[in-house]
C-alpha cells in the first residue's frame, strides 16, 4: 500500500522561501512526468518521516494536486538528516519503472566458515518493475559460495515481474583469504626493486 502524502501548491521559490518553508514544517517538493507540466508542492515533514520509516518508495498525493508518483530522489542535508527536497514522478502503479534498490546477502558461505572473507562489492542494484511492487531490498544467496569463488548482479532473486538492469556480468560478491604479513608488507613496497649497477650507480634505461 502507498504512503500518502498531503501536498499543497506553492508559488513562492527560491532559496529563502524553501528554508522559510522548512521552518514552518513542509519540506519542498516538485512533481513531474508523463509529458505534463511541473507542480512546485510542499509536502508535511511528518508525512516525509513516516515515508522513511515506511522505506516507501510509490506515494498517493492528497490535497492541491491527487497522483500517484514515485519518489524519485530526496536532497539531504550535509549530515544527512534533515530531507531539504523531494523529486516526485508521476507514474501508473502498472507501469514499469527503473529504480535502486538495497541487496543483502542470505545464508552461509562455506569460504567463510573456511577462514575467507565475505567481501561485498555491491550494496544494491538497478530493477525494471511495476510502480506499484518495488521491493524494499532483493536478495542474494551465498549458501553455495567457497574461497576464490564469486557472485554476480545474475544471480540476484528478483521478485516476480522484476527484471534485472544492472548488469549480469558484475561481481556482488567475493570470497578471499586474508593477506598474510609478508603479503602486505610485499603490497607496501610499491612495485619491482631497483636494480643497481656495480660501483653503486643505477643502470640506465
Do not use: F
Not at 538495497?102 to 530493477?127: K, M, Q, S
Not at 534485472?164 to 603490497?187: F, Q, Y
Amino acid at each position: 500500500m502507498a504512503d500518502i502524502l498531503q501536498v499543497e501548491k506553492r508559488t513562492n521559490l527560491g532559496t529563502t522561501d524553501s528554508r522559510r518553508l522548512r521552518r514552518s514544517g513542509r519540506v519542498p517538493a516538485v512533481l513531474y512526468g508523463h509529458g505534463e507540466g511541473n507542480e512546485h508542492l510542499s509536502v508535511p515533514t511528518d508525512d516525509v518521516q513516516l515515508l522513511l520509516r515506511h522505506h516507501g518508495r510509490t506515494v498517493e498525493l492528497k490535497g492541491d494536486v491527487n497522483e500517484t508518483a514515485l519518489v524519485a530522489d530526496m536532497q539531504w542535508d550535509p549530515l544527512g538528516i534533515e530531507v531539504l527536497h523531494m523529486d516526485l514522478m508521476r507514474v501508473n502503479l502498472r507501469e514499469k519503472v527503473d529504480v535502486t534498490v538495497a541487496l543483502t546477502t542470505v545464508g552461509d558461505a562455506p569460504g567463510v566458515r573456511e577462514g575467507g572473507l565475505l567481501l561485498e562489492n555491491l550494496h544494491e542494484v538497478e530493477i525494471r518493475c511495476p510502480a506499484g511492487d518495488i521491493p524494499e531490498s532483493v536478495q542474494l544467496d551465498v549458501n553455495g559460495l567457497g574461497v576464490g569463488q564469486h557472485l554476480t548482479a545474475g544471480d540476484v532473486i528478483l521478485p516476480e515481474g522484476a527484471e534485472l538492469v544492472t548488469p549480469a556480468e558484475t561481481t556482488v560478491v567475493h570470497i578471499e583469504m586474508p593477506k598474510t604479513e609478508s603479503e602486505e608488507v610485499g603490497e607496501a613496497g610499491g612495485g619491482e626493486p631497483e636494480v643497481i649497477a656495480k660501483g653503486g650507480e643505477k643502470d640506465e634505461e
